[in-house]
């Protein structure tokens, strides 16, 4: 079934909210909601009560209710997406792109299979806290199951998994550690995409889409690599600087 157009009616000045609600599946509160907070433009008003919407704001609509449904995005990193990544293209970049997103495959296509999440964490010594934990804190993705259950992509228990190995390895509450610690990764991981996605919109243009999509495949494992080898790096680097430098000031051994 071919997906339903997104002209607004002939002769008008665009979609009105009950008809933006019609199309999209979703409540009026919600699209406001989405308003308030910046996820979605404010409309062409025409009245106190009454705006006109376009296109574009069933096109966002319909993008959030994907990112939520099928990647399982918070709406925070959904508009961080907004907000920068996405908007750093031109529309020409955004259809290459598009094109280039329709042909990756493997790890990067996605995948809609679901887990319970508290399930998960239980296998792994966590509680159903450390679950919403690393929710707010934007390492796991999680979205409530028609039944109620908080569930998550099947791939993403690893990162239950190993949050549950960081526990065992000794970073744990009763010396100050928390899933909120891991904020600093989601920020770093945040800033890269930034970078990552400048570069991109200069190049992309100037690449196929199916050797871009291929690149995409089999670079970003390499990408990741080489960002691990050098954190470690400069973990290492910092232990010796601090191994070769004697304590000093009142509380150092050379007083």
Do not use: W
């Not at 991981?189 to 930034?194: F, I, K, S």
Request: hydrophobic residues 45%; charged residues 25%.
């Amino acid at each position: 079934m071919s997906r339903p157009s997104t002209a607004p009616p002939a002769g008008s000045g665009g979609y009105k909210m009950g008809e933006l609600c019609a199309l999209t599946g979703l409540p009026r509160q919600v699209i406001h909601f989405y308003i308030q907070e910046g996820l979605l433009p404010e409309g062409k008003k025409v009245g106190k009560t009454m705006a006109y919407y376009g296109p574009q704001h069933l096109d966002r609509l319909r993008l959030i209710k994907k990112l939520q449904d099928e990647r399982f995005l918070p709406l925070k990193a959904i508009k961080a997406l907004f907000d920068s990544e996405l908007d750093a293209f031109t529309p020409e970049q955004r259809a290459h792109l598009s094109e280039v997103a329709s042909r990756v495959k493997g790890e990067l296509q996605g995948g809609t299979e679901r887990t319970d999440a508290v399930a998960v964490a239980a296998e792994h010594g966590l509680r159903p806290q450390d679950v919403s934990e690393l929710a707010d804190t934007g390492i796991l993705r999680i979205h409530a199951a028609a039944n109620g259950a908080l569930v998550i992509d099947r791939r993403d228990a690893e990162l239950v998994a190993l949050f549950g190995a960081l526990r065992v390895a000794g970073f744990t509450e009763d010396v100050g550690f928390s899933a909120k610690d891991l904020a600093i990764y989601v920020e770093a991981a945040a800033m890269m995409l930034r970078r990552e996605t400048e570069l991109l919109a200069q190049r992309a243009a100037f690449i196929r889409p199916e050797r871009l999509a291929r690149m995409l495949e089999e670079g970003l494992p390499i990408v990741h690599a080489i960002f691990a080898r050098h954190h470690e790096n400069v973990v290492r680097d910092l232990l010796a600087a601090l191994r070769e430098t004697p304590p000093t000031g009142p509380t150092g051994a050379n007083s």
